[in-house]
């Protein structure tokens, strides 16, 4: 069974094989690539949906006792969470000028600074019917809501509202998480994470086609899409996306992708298209020329069309003349959207075996 070795982290994954490569030269190669990342990349409090993702679609799945060994991971990003909201507001309620808006109620103050204790400590207990309660009454303060509109500058993490909108059913008696929960989950990496799978349909198809995607070479790089107005978590003073930006220009230039083709997921687009309505693009310096058109659906199409001819425009500008004729394919995905990342999988299947035949 051929393997394709992927190197993923929060803005993007090396998939790397090639007919020239065993697979042990393969696996030393993305490990090189992998240490290269980590120098240019400090640890990251980033979701790991992509990694959780391929895992369902790709590998084993989860079964029970693993779905159940992310309960800690999930419950404590509640708590983390809250926390983001609670420290958000209070130090919003004295640097806005309509600072009137984040002061929490006095009662929620006190929940606030309980809650607050718990995030800070090694071990985070578990979600029970007194702490949901109080996690509830926190979430549900008019200054809190107001912060949550802030999010993109506090680091608040994509799972925020998802969580606070499933209390109940975390807390329950026995719970054990669903593989959207899980998908949801944040951990906190040190840059880049490497996972192995095999390519689309390959473990049940078997046969000619299967053996058919030997000999092709492939980098996938995976952008949040919805994180052009964010900081990076490690830098307060770097825009997401200007790190993209530079991380996809170095990818381009390294030797080892010479006859690499490259496949750019814009991520998370279900965010993007509500977010675009109420955040421009020209907030991050790369898309500073941007001039939105209407409000609607018009709006979001259009955004998205710019995001897109930028990267072409970066991978045509990175590639050297004799490089530029690789294949170079880029699809919006929603993650979370298992039968769309699927199809797209499939599509990229079908992309790679065209260009190997030549047609």
């Not at 593989?179 to 944040?186: I, N």
């Not at 997921?265 to 310096?285: G, H, M, R, W």
Request: proline share 3%.
């Amino acid at each position: 069974m051929s393997v394709l070795t992927c190197v993923l982290d929060n803005m993007g994954s090396s998939c790397s094989r090639s007919h020239s490569l065993s697979e042990a030269e393969t696996t030393k190669n993305a490990k090189t690539l992998t240490g290269e990342f980590c120098k240019r990349q400090k640890q990251s409090n980033t979701s790991t949906s992509s990694y959780f993702l391929i895992k369902l679609l790709f590998q084993t799945g989860f079964d029970e006792a693993e779905l159940r060994s992310y309960t800690s991971v999930i419950h404590a990003n509640v708590f983390q969470t809250i926390k983001i909201l609670y420290e958000g507001a209070k130090e919003l309620s004295q640097v806005e000028s309509d600072s009137s808006k984040y002061v929490i109620s006095p009662d929620n103050q006190e929940i606030g600074e309980k809650l607050s204790d718990i995030d800070g400590r090694l071990d985070y207990p578990l979600l029970n019917k007194e702490l949901v309660l109080d996690v509830k009454r926190l979430w549900q303060d008019p200054a809190i809501q107001e912060t949550y509109l802030r999010g993109s500058i506090l680091q608040l993490p994509d799972c925020a509202q998802y969580f606070m909108e499933n209390l109940d059913r975390l807390a329950e008696a026995g719970y054990v998480p669903t593989k959207e929960d899980v998908l949801y989950a944040r951990v906190r990496t040190n840059g880049v994470v490497q996972i192995q799978f095999s390519p689309v349909g390959e473990n049940k198809r078997g046969g000619e086609e299967a053996r058919g995607m030997r000999g092709e070479s492939g980098f996938i790089f995976l952008k949040v899409l919805m994180r052009y107005d964010q900081m990076l978590f490690e830098d307060e003073t770097k825009n997401r996306m200007m790190e993209t930006k530079e991380l996809f220009d170095w990818v381009l230039k390294q030797r080892c992708f010479e006859k690499t083709s490259f496949i750019l997921f814009l991520n998370k687009f279900d965010i993007f298209e509500k977010k675009i309505q109420k955040v421009p693009l020209s907030v991050c310096e790369w898309f500073k020329d941007y001039q939105p058109i209407a409000p609607g659906k018009q709006e979001v199409e259009h955004a998205y069309e710019f995001v897109k001819k930028k990267f072409e425009e970066l991978y045509f500008q990175s590639s050297k003349p004799d490089r530029v004729d690789r294949v170079f394919k880029i699809y919006r995905t929603t993650a979370l959207d298992q039968k769309l990342v699927k199809k797209t999988f499939k599509l990229i299947d079908e992309s790679m075996r065209r260009s190997r035949e030549g047609t």
